[in-house]
T-cell receptor, first 111, second 116 residues
């Protein structure tokens, strides 16, 4: 069936370095993707989104890249901080607005 | 704090018991979603409401699960005859279709269910 998944389950980076989290999706008809951050004991928190008619979108310290040719999403976090430590999920929007999440990547930031 | 609240935050129950969770969405949001999340996995969609109408239910939502949103505001999710496999975090999210094409979903903190 259709799914959204992540390449790497864990990522460890040094504080101040840039982080790149990857995601593969299988539904070529998907038109909207979102990245969420989930801290321990909390619900997912919206970070940034991108529509399928875009290749790149930038926010504050975060950039999402979309490569529709290979059905790949990435989240780039600039100057990673300890507060960025969390699990990151990409999600695809399905019918009715429901979200289809991947497995998640745990980002650990070393001081 | 996203403005979406869930109660209780934690629930421990014995197998076979019934449990009910409550979600209070952001007040002007007309869509409400329930998801289930097991350890190390992303949330999985269960069901959603637009106002008081339940518009879609996942195949994950067995006959033992029922959700309501009687007045189009808060919602309840009931699990009857709980099984150990029901142990998970149950997340609620709300959004407004009037907010634009992206309909960002705001998640509550979740209810963690442990079935012994």
């Amino acid at each position: 069936g259709e799914s959204v998944g992540l390449h790497l389950p864990t990522l460890s980076v040094q504080e101040g370095d840039n982080s790149i989290i990857n995601c593969a999706y299988s539904n070529s008809a998907s038109d909207y993707f979102i990245w969420y951050k989930q801290e321990s004991g909390k619900g997912p928190q919206f970070i940034i989104d991108i529509r399928s008619n875009m290749d790149k979108r930038q926010g504050q310290r975060v950039t999402v890249l979309l490569n529709k040719t290979v059905k790949h999403l990435s989240l780039q976090i600039a100057a990673t901080q300890p507060g960025d430590s969390a699990v990151y999920f990409c999600a695809e929007r399905g019918g009715g607005g429901k979200l289809i999440f991947g497995q998640g990547t745990e980002l650990s930031v070393k001081p | 704090d996203t403005g979406v609240s869930q109660d209780p935050r934690h629930k421990i129950t014995k197998r076979g018991q019934n449990v009910t969770f409550r979600c209070d969405p952001i007040s002007e949001h007309n869509r409400l979603y329930w998801y289930r999340q097991t350890l190390g996995q992303g949330p999985e969609f269960l069901t959603y409401f637009q106002n008081e109408a339940q518009l879609e239910k996942s195949r994950l939502l067995s006959d033992r699960f029922s959700a309501e949103r009687p007045k189009g505001s808060f919602s309840t999710l009931e699990i009857q005859r709980t099984e150990q496999g029901d142990s998970a975090m149950y997340l609620c999210a709300s959004s407004s279709v009037l907010a634009g094409p992206h309909n960002e979903q705001f998640f509550g903190p979740g209810t963690r269910l442990t079935v012994l």
